[in-house]
């Protein structure tokens, strides 16, 4: 199972080698790999269905309890076999849309990368993993909604998703440490089982917060569904995939997988209702105002995320269930419909409905795709999407709830369906029925164009009308949601009931709906403009603009190209963050105690202050060199008193050794200039002061706290028996750290060599037919 995880990643990196040996024929091999996969995954549904687990697990961070943990139960097995299935269907399909296209072998390099990071994500079982495997979906993701590099809005709308989607992550990387704090331990699986534990403790509602904004702003919900739409920019196939297996299926399957740990209280079905529900109408309710294929598309996918999340926050064992079956259908119907999109504007050039019409006539098939897709998405039977939507209204009607609160959710799931309706009519009816409208003769696609989508479609159909067939793999799915045993019966025809007559008015309310759309629609883009300015997206943009002028501010005034302001602005940081620990969390009582101080002591510390502050008065770099080398010199003397004869010694290489290199240096230099102002020398003064008074009182503390190091005792230790030297200072330096003493001789080495190129060089001398350019004087120097 670790292979099948990993082989993407092992396989993505040949892609475009292989795209220079095959060309257009790189589509049918690549294709081999999900292909292979799915057969993989279809090979253990005997065994989840028989109720076992498939697990594999490699070592990666032992010490920390971080391993390489993959779990297979009902769950991840379904969205396994989803992300393979529909990404053969996929790859195959974007050979033959991307035909010709100079970056096709990019285009199935990110692809396969995404595919691999997508089955990473539902297969872990580790907390860590899982997160890993999550991030890189949103930088895969990010390459292939910006494929088309060349545009802008392509550019803008790939920083977009990866800005929001990174931005969640980062959130529920806090919320599953916390969780896993709670659980103590880092494995999902062991997480699940500890829920009672995990709600009972204080860190909970915390923990739920953060994971449900990582889960909410992957999934597109409300108030995160901006970046969504903007996504369509990547390529139909790219879209395809996205939207029915992979990336926004993730917050989806983060919030079913931890639901037995996190879902069942108030906080859980307050959040991930309300959110499922705003997203939900929101979704639908601009998907019919829009008249670009894929638009409408996007939008109808933000709904049904919306759909899936509203029903996870019910939490009930019918809403679970419909909630899973309803993933399914709406993988199925959304990746042909996308390709369908894809088709039409690969044969006439556009995506606007108002410009098509007719489409049957010369793309019969593509047109059979989109009708099979589009009953399955309005619930019509035979179709699955029927059976998703009796479950919906079934698990509504069966809340254990009062009467009011249990007909406001029904006309919740109502609405939502009844916008499907609308969509799934201006998806399929709009392009394909009436009179024949496009901008250029439109033609057939390929074989391969028409038959990925088809078979979707196709799929939609057989699963609806073979129910049994997926029923027991459901069930395990569901159970594992459910965290607890369920028993399912799926069935085409319940009678006449309430459901029924529910799904009659859902369809006479989308019907109306889509035939009143011209009409409606201009008063509905007045609304959303009179509401843009309060809208998510604008927010967001305000938000992002704030950032870049509040970091354009910031830089001005600290990016000076002066070294002194740098370092001002190291300094103050550091007193800043060190004064604020001081001020909240260190008692000074116990800190100045007199340790028996001696005269000669008192002696050297002074002339270290003398020689220090001699060298703030010098105008003269020799002078002041000379004067820091008796500060130098100075601690060396205090490192022979406290009994560290190496470290004296070589503290007085490095200081003789420095004023060398000083005195070398300054004898090529001009002559010392006063560079700043009276008023910045004061205000300097005063930072050095401050600072040193801050690192002092560091040391006070530092030295005050009791020295239980361990590493003393073992370099003494060890320093004979493992490296046979007697000097511990000399062992540690060339055994114990010796790549890293070698790396510091090394850059010491580059420096030197750098530093005698610049004493070589002769920049004052003009060259032949150049005059001596004036020489610049700084700011402060001119203002004087």
Do not use: C
């Not at 088309?148 to 920083?159: F, G, K």
């Not at 199925?332 to 007719?358: N, Q, W």
């Not at 602005?569 to 963050?577: D, F």
């Not at 890293?740 to 032949?768: H, Q």
Request: aromatic share 10%.
């Amino acid at each position: 199972m670790s292979l099948a995880v990993i082989s993407g990643f092992a396989a993505a990196p040949a892609v475009p080698l292989l795209y220079r040996l095959a060309r257009e024929k790189t589509g049918w091999i690549v294709a081999l790999l999900p292909l292979s996969l799915f057969v993989y995954f279809a090979s253990l549904l005997g065994r989840i269905v028989d109720g076992q687990i498939v697990t594999a697990a490699v070592e990666w961070v032992p010490s920390l309890d971080v391993n390489l943990t993959f779990r297979t139960d009902g769950l991840s097995l379904v969205f396994a076999l989803i992300i393979t299935g529909i990404g053969t269907l996929v790859f195959l399909y974007g050979g033959a849309y991307l035909h010709g296209h100079a970056f096709t072998g990019r285009f199935y390099t990110a692809i396969t990368l995404f595919m691999a990071s997508m089955l990473g994500v539902v297969m872990a079982d580790n907390i860590i993993l899982l997160f890993v495997f999550w991030e890189l979906t949103s930088f895969t993701s990010y390459v292939l909604i910006g494929f088309y590099n060349e545009r802008e809005a392509a550019r803008d709308a790939a920083r977009q998703a990866l800005i929001v989607t990174s931005a969640g992550g980062l959130f529920m990387l806090a919320g599953l440490i916390l969780l896993s704090l709670s659980a103590g331990t880092w494995e999902i699986s062991e997480i699940v089982a500890r829920g009672a534990a995990i709600q009972a403790d204080d860190r909970y509602v915390a923990a739920l917060i953060l994971i449900l904004l990582g889960a909410f702003t992957k999934s597109a919900q409300f108030p995160f569904h901006f970046w969504l739409p903007g996504a369509m920019e990547a390529p139909a196939p790219v879209s395809a995939y996205l939207h029915s297996a992979t990336m926004v299926n993730a917050g989806i399957y983060l919030m079913a997988r931890l639901h037995p740990a996190l879902g069942g209280t108030d906080e859980w079905h307050v959040l991930v209702t309300a959110a499922g529900a705003a997203t939900m109408l929101l979704g639908g309710y601009l998907a019919w105002q829009k008249t670009d294929l894929k638009q409408i598309l996007a939008y109808s996918t933000v709904s049904a995320l919306g759909i899936m999340t509203f029903l996870l926050g019910l939490g009930t064992e019918e809403t679970l269930t419909a909630a899973m079956l309803f993933l399914l259908v709406h993988a199925l119907y959304k990746g042909a419909l996308f390709m369908v999109a894809g088709s039409v504007d690969h044969a006439t050039g556009t995506r606007e409905i108002g410009e098509l019409g007719g489409l049957r006539r010369a793309m019969p098939m593509t047109a059979l795709a989109a009708a099979l897709a589009a009953l399955s998405m309005a619930g019509l039977p035979p179709l699955l999407g029927f059976v998703a939507k009796e479950l919906i209204y079934e698990g509504t009607l069966h809340l254990h709830d009062t009467s009011a609160w249990i007909a406001l959710i029904t006309l919740l799931a109502v609405l939502g369906n009844l916008f499907n309706v609308t969509a799934a009519g201006l998806a399929a009816i709009r392009p394909f029925w009436g009179k024949v409208k496009s901008p250029h003769t439109p033609h057939d696609v390929s074989a391969t164009m028409w038959a990925a989508p088809l078979i979707l479609g196709g799929l939609s159909l057989a699963l609806g009308v073979a129910l049994t067939a997926y029923e027991p793999v459901l069930e395990r799915m569901v159970e594992a949601v459910h965290g607890e045993p369920v028993h399912l019966h799926l069935a085409l025809w319940h009678g006449w009931t309430t459901m029924l007559a529910l799904s009659g008015v859902t369809f006479a309310g989308g019907l109306a709906l889509y035939l009143a759309a011209p009409r409606l629609s201009r008063p509905a883009v007045s609304l959303g403009r009179a509401l843009d300015p309060v809208a998510p997206s604008r927010l967001y943009a305000d938000l992002i603009h704030g950032t870049v002028d509040a970091a354009t501010a910031g830089s001005r005034i600290i990016l000076t190209a002066y070294l002194r302001q740098y370092i001002r602005v190291i300094m103050i940081t550091l007193v800043a963050a060190l004064g604020y620990v001081f001020a909240t969390r260190i008692e000074f009582d116990n800190l100045l105690h007199s340790s028996g101080v001696r005269v000669y002591e008192v002696v050297i510390a002074g002339v270290i202050i003398a020689a220090a502050l001699t060298v703030t008065q010098l105008n003269k770099r020799l002078s002041a060199a000379a004067a820091l080398g008796v500060v130098g010199y100075g601690v060396t003397l205090i490192y022979i008193l406290y009994g560290a004869p190496d470290l004296a010694m070589t503290q007085f290489a490095i200081e003789t050794l420095t004023v060398i290199l000083f005195v070398v240096v300054i004898y090529r230099l001009p002559k010392l200039k006063q560079l700043s102002s009276t008023t910045a020398r004061r205000m300097d003064a005063v930072l050095a002061v401050v600072v040193g008074v801050t690192m002092t009182l560091l040391t006070l503390v530092v030295t005050s706290v009791p020295m239980r190091s361990q590493l003393s005792p073992f370099f003494a230790e060890m320093s004979y028996i493992a490296a046979h030297g007697h000097n511990v200072v000399n062992v540690i330096l060339v055994d114990f750290r010796g790549f890293d003493t070698m790396g510091e001789i090394t850059v010491l080495s580059v420096a030197a060599i750098g530093v005698f190129a610049l004493l070589r060089l002769n920049l004052d001398k003009p060259k032949p037919g150049e005059q001596r350019a004036p020489e610049r004087r700084e700011p402060e120097e001119r203002g004087r």
